[in-house]
């Protein structure tokens, strides 16, 4: 079935360490986007990508980076500069500018 | 700060009953979605209400839309168990990239 896979569920990470979520979705879609999610918060959008090779800031993009070398993948990376980084992370997609996203199931990520 | 702004933050309500929450945006829109999220889970999307459009009808779900006061309701008929999630608004501005910016969301229970 169609639809966009995110792993790791769960990730610990000790502080100043780097990690990378990864989101790839088989749905053919040309827009990819990264959220962040704090608890009883609602979704702030971290970086997004309208096509392949090429992606833009969001409102909260400081110590995250992406890339978008396929289609199907998004992988996020939050860095050590990212001084709050435990938060669920959801990534969606789009089919051009259609406006309904797919999210995936979520990573969330605790700094131990 | 987030474009949409739900009301109420919470809500409690007995199975059968229905469910009404508001959301209220700061500038002009392309158009305005409703998300359901299961707690730990993704998102959903329920329904897209576009800014010439007044009242859209999905199953026990009714949106309204209102642009010369800049706010969306979301009726839940006929409430279910099944219905206990949070559920976010997001407004489309129409910058390019098809980015949506989410409200904090409304948490619905649904009480048997």
């Known amino acids: 079935d169609g639809g966009i896979t995110q792993s790791p569920k769960y990730l610990f990470r000790k502080e100043g360490q780097n990690v990378t979520l990864s989101c790839e979705q088989n749905?053919?879609?040309?827009?990819m986007y990264w959220y962040r999610q704090d608890p009883g918060q609602g979704l702030r959008l971290i970086y997004y990508s309208q096509i392949v090779n090429d992606f833009q800031k969001g409102d909260i993009a400081e110590g995250y980076s992406v890339s978008r070398e396929k289609k199907e993948s998004f992988p996020l990376t939050v860095t050590s500069a990212q001084k709050n980084p435990t938060a669920f992370y959801l990534c969606?997609?789009?089919?051009?500018?259609?406006?309904?996203?797919?999210f995936g199931e979520g990573s969330r990520l605790t700094v131990l | 700060s987030q474009q949409g702004e739900e009301d109420p933050q919470a809500l409690s309500i007995q199975e059968g009953e229905n469910a009404t929450m508001n959301c209220s945006y700061k500038t002009s829109i392309n158009n305005l979605q409703w998300y359901r999220q299961n707690s730990g889970r993704g998102l959903v999307h329920l329904i897209l209400i576009r800014s010439n459009e007044r009242e859209k009808h999905s199953g026990r779900l009714r949106v309204t839309l209102d642009t010369s006061k800049k706010s969306s309701s979301l009726l839940i008929t006929a409430s279910r168990a099944a219905d206990t999630a949070s559920y976010f608004c997001a407004t489309d501005a129409g910058a390019a990239g098809n980015k949506l910016t989410f409200g904090g969301g409304t948490r619905v229970l649904v009480k048997p």
């Open positions: 969606a997609s789009a089919r051009g500018n259609t406006g309904e996203l797919f």
């Open positions: 749905l053919n879609h040309d827009a």
